[in-house]
């Protein structure tokens, strides 16, 4: 049995204790695995995490960790198994199927329904009560429920997401419906978040799409967006009206009486 991939886990379920320690126990984690994904769970919850926290601080010594995961309510039961399948078909889709085949669509569509989805909608997923978890946040789907749901620190959640996510196709859509609500609504708070998620995507994926850019361009001036999207996009890639504002600020510095 080989042991899946952490980040399959990661990106394809909100996984609970019980599931977290199956694994371990049934050979579908390595113990290094293992002690990574408690890790990024806990960080998703905080102080409800105590359970990934102690499975976290067992370190990868497999006696310990597995003693641990021993003791986890539930974890030697059929039903925290029952999301492994799921998982399995996910790295197999990500591997672009066994032997050339595609994995059941049907099933990995129920899976990803029930295990990320569903937990993601009910708030079981993240805690939405401190900023702190949600700076961690890096399952696009949390923050679409997120905006469903009408969460007070969605904002913070969608800085956290263009912190993690390794994809700025997965962040920037996210960032321009926060932008998109917080124009429509009035909300400066939520403004100046998304402008904070804007600004961190450009810097450490080093893009930007056009409706992020035409949402922008409705916002005030000299925020933390336009200058990192100054600082690290293509200037090619950047529109007119940001070029202007830029150099024409420039030239006032420079000139005399500016």
Same mark, same amino acid.
């Given at each position: 049995m080989h042991a899946l991939p952490v980040d399959v886990v990661?990106?394809?379920?909100?996984?609970?204790?019980?599931?977290?320690?199956?694994?371990?126990l049934n050979g579908q984690l390595t113990a290094a695995d293992t002690v990574r994904l408690a890790?990024?769970?806990?960080?998703?919850?905080?102080?409800?995490?105590?359970?990934?926290?102690?499975?976290h601080?067992?370190?990868?010594?497999?006696?310990?960790l597995d003693a641990v995961c021993r003791e986890i309510p539930g974890a030697e039961t059929d039903a925290a198994g029952r999301i492994w399948d799921y998982?399995?078909?996910?790295?197999?889709?990500?591997?672009?199927?066994?032997?050339?085949?595609?994995?059941?669509a049907r099933q990995l569509a129920a899976g990803r329904a029930e295990f %990320?989805?569903?937990?993601?909608?009910?708030g079981r997923?993240?805690?939405?009560?401190?900023?702190?978890? %949600?700076?961690?946040?890096?399952?696009?789907?949390?923050?679409?429920?997120?905006?469903?749901?009408?969460?007070?620190?969605?904002?913070?959640?969608?800085?956290?997401l263009a912190l993690t996510h390794?994809?700025?196709?997965?962040?920037l859509p996210r960032v321009a419906r926060t932008l998109e609500r917080a124009l429509e609504s009035s909300d400066h708070g939520l403004r100046h978040q998304g402008l904070v998620a804007l600004?961190?995507?450009?810097? %450490?994926?080093?893009?930007?799409?056009?409706?992020?850019?035409?949402?922008?361009?409705?916002c005030p001036r000299d925020s933390e967006a336009d200058d990192d999207l100054w600082g690290y996009v293509p200037r090619r890639r950047l529109p007119w009206w940001l070029w202007r504002h830029r150099l024409g600020g420039r030239l006032r510095r420079v000139l005399p009486g500016g």
């Open positions: 990661r990106y394809a379920a909100a996984i609970e204790p019980s599931e977290l320690a199956w694994g371990r890790f990024l769970r806990r960080c998703d919850l905080g102080a409800p995490g105590e359970a990934f926290a102690r499975i601080a067992q370190g990868p010594s497999e006696p310990r998982l399995a078909l996910v790295a197999r889709h990500a591997s672009e199927g066994a032997d050339g085949a595609e994995p059941p %990320l989805l569903a937990r993601a909608a009910s997923g993240m805690n939405w009560r401190e900023s702190g978890p %949600l700076l961690g946040t890096d399952r696009p789907e949390e923050v679409d429920a997120a905006f469903e749901r009408g969460e007070e620190l969605l904002g913070v959640a969608v800085i956290g390794p994809d700025p196709a997965a962040i600004a961190h995507t450009a810097r %450490l994926h080093g893009t930007v799409d056009r409706r992020c850019l035409d949402l922008l361009r409705r």
